[in-house]
């Protein structure tokens, strides 16, 4: 099946660095992919969409200066959290689509990137 | 504005029982519905989708466009149910996008 992996699955950063989060599509090119957050006891919120070979498409309220994703090829985004700070401690996910029965193409999630911002 | 409902955070029954986990949704379209789980240690997958009209490990859910709702069902629980359960929506392909309630965690005990 399809697997999509993330590297790295934990990181422990100082305040002010920048932290890059990678997310590939192992057995398939994946023109999208996109990008959670979530935090402790709630839901996924949608971040931002990646897209291979042009700009990526953020939701209300997410800064895209703070989080910069960069979609290179058909197997890999990444996801650079910019001068983080401890309120950008968080579970991150990405997803890619595959398409299946339906209009909506079926998203295999990655295993999701652990940050601490200290 | 699009929105999904999980009215309960922990639904908790004893084996056997049966399950129905509820979800309600808002959307001014054509929306498809999803069920996604989490096990305990594991990622994020699908379960089921209400275009497929299939019953995965024996769950079941049906869109009920007058009521705006997609609850999950199951007759009979097993402790290996036990999970983050997590209904989705999307606006029918043309963005992919999902948009997550917050997630229902079943437990059941023995």
């Known amino acids: 099946g399809a697997v999509v992996s993330q590297h790295p699955s934990w990181v422990i950063c100082k305040s002010g660095t920048s932290v890059k989060i990678e997310c590939r599509s192992l057995d398939f090119q994946a023109t999208t992919m996109f990008w959670y957050r979530q935090f402790p006891k709630q839901s996924l919120m949608l971040m931002a969409t990646?897209?291979?070979?042009?700009?990526?498409?953020?939701e209300q309220g997410v800064e895209k200066d703070k989080f910069l994703i960069n979609h290179a090829s058909l197997t890999l985004s990444t996801l650079t959290v910019t001068s983080a700070h401890p309120e950008d401690s968080s579970f991150y996910i990405c997803?890619?689509?595959?398409?299946?029965?339906?209009?909506?193409?079926?998203?295999?999630f990655g295993p999701g990137t652990r940050l601490t911002v200290l | 504005a699009q929105r999904v409902t999980q009215p309960e955070k922990l639904l908790s029954v004893f084996k056997g029982a049966p399950v129905e986990l509820k979800c309600n949704y808002s959307y001014s379209g054509s929306p498809e519905l999803f069920w996604y789980v989490q096990y305990s240690r594991q990622r994020l997958q699908l379960l089921l989708r209400?275009?497929s009209r299939e019953s995965i490990k024996g769950f079941t859910a049906d869109l009920n466009k007058g009521e705006t709702s997609f609850h999950l069902k199951k007759p009979f629980a097993q402790e290996e149910d036990s999970a983050m359960y997590y209904c989705?929506?999307?606006?029918?392909?043309?963005?992919?996008?999902?948009?997550f309630g917050t997630g229902t965690l079943l437990a059941v005990q023995p």
């Open positions: 997803s890619a689509p595959i398409p299946g029965e339906g209009f909506t193409d079926t998203q295999y």
């Open positions: 989705a929506l999307s606006d029918g392909g043309a963005t992919n996008k999902l948009i």
């Open positions: 990646s897209n291979e070979g042009s700009k990526a498409t953020y």
């Open positions: 209400h275009i």
